[in-house]
């Protein structure tokens, strides 16, 4: 016969869950969707045409549940989403590596300070093996001075785009050095890309669940 009485320390679990997103549901703006998040509710497969449900199978897969982020925003535009998903795709195979792919992501979160790029990508960093050192230059915007030297050129090249606008003759020779002409390329299409994530996850107002701890500090 099955014990139908939960061990104490897991009904505690679960009442502390609860309680952890009834605390956040009603700390969300009045736009916020309760389940994605955001200001976009989540789109099911049979919400959407031919064509969009064509998109979904490749963004998301025919027989997966959609999901809050960016991926599960731009399937209201799939035209636009099918190609925003397929070179995010792409960027991740970069002749750079997973560690410069990420760092791409972190400079291009921090620049618009957005806590849901930023909160993933830090765990994702750490996890492929990006020095901490490294990450917390970004994070709290601090000198590169002892940095190695690809990764600090990765973020001078980053911080010379968003906060310059350009990139002087000097750091775009180092760059080549040092990543040649399509680890170049590669570079600047993953900040665009993750540029482009943060603004999309700014205009919905994207929020964490209630299970992942902000990483990104508050202010500038």
Same mark, same amino acid.
């Given at each position: 016969?099955?014990n139908?009485l939960?061990?104490l320390?897991?009904?505690?679990?679960?009442?502390l869950t609860?309680?952890?997103?009834a605390a956040?549901? /009603?700390?969300?703006p009045?736009d916020?969707d309760p389940k +994605?998040?955001s200001?976009? $509710?989540?789109? +099911?497969?049979?919400?959407m045409?031919?064509e969009?449900?064509?998109?979904?199978d490749?963004i998301?897969g025919?027989?997966?549940p959609?999901? +809050?982020?960016p991926v599960g925003? =731009?399937?209201?535009s799939p035209g @636009?989403?099918e $190609?925003f998903e397929l070179?995010n795709?792409?960027?991740?195979? +970069?002749v750079?590596?997973t560690?410069?792919? /990420?760092?791409?992501t972190?400079?291009?979160?921090r620049?618009? %300070?957005?806590?849901y790029e930023w909160?993933a990508?830090?765990?994702a960093?750490?996890?492929a093996?990006?020095?901490?050192? @490294?990450? %917390?230059a970004i994070k709290?915007?601090?000198?590169?001075?002892?940095?190695?030297e690809?990764e600090?050129? =990765?973020i001078r090249?980053?911080?010379?785009i968003f906060? %310059?606008?350009? =990139?002087?003759?000097?750091l775009?020779?180092?760059?080549?050095?040092l990543?040649?002409?399509?680890?170049?390329?590669d570079?600047?299409v993953?900040?665009?890309?993750?540029?482009?994530?943060?603004?999309v996850?700014?205009a919905?107002d994207?929020?964490?669940g $209630?299970?992942?701890k902000?990483?990104?500090?508050?202010g500038?």
């Amino acid at each position: 016969m099955t014990n139908r009485l939960l061990p104490l320390g897991f009904v505690f679990t679960l009442v502390l869950t609860g309680v952890n997103l009834a605390a956040q549901t /009603e700390k969300l703006p009045a736009d916020i969707d309760p389940k +994605s998040l955001s200001r976009l $509710p989540l789109l +099911s497969r049979d919400q959407m045409d031919a064509e969009g449900q064509r998109v979904y199978d490749v963004i998301i897969g025919k027989d997966q549940p959609n999901r +809050s982020g960016p991926v599960g925003a =731009v399937l209201y535009s799939p035209g @636009v989403g099918e $190609p925003f998903e397929l070179i995010n795709r792409a960027a991740r195979k +970069s002749v750079n590596g997973t560690q410069m792919f /990420e760092i791409c992501t972190l400079i291009a979160g921090r620049a618009f %300070d957005n806590q849901y790029e930023w909160t993933a990508h830090e765990i994702a960093a750490q996890k492929a093996g990006v020095e901490q050192k @490294v990450i %917390d230059a970004i994070k709290f915007k601090r000198s590169v001075d002892g940095l190695p030297e690809k990764e600090a050129t =990765v973020i001078r090249f980053g911080r010379a785009i968003f906060n %310059d606008h350009k =990139v002087s003759s000097e750091l775009y020779a180092k760059v080549i050095q040092l990543f040649g002409q399509r680890g170049m390329i590669d570079l600047a299409v993953t900040l665009g890309d993750y540029a482009a994530t943060a603004i999309v996850l700014s205009a919905i107002d994207q929020h964490l669940g $209630p299970d992942r701890k902000p990483l990104l500090p508050d202010g500038k």
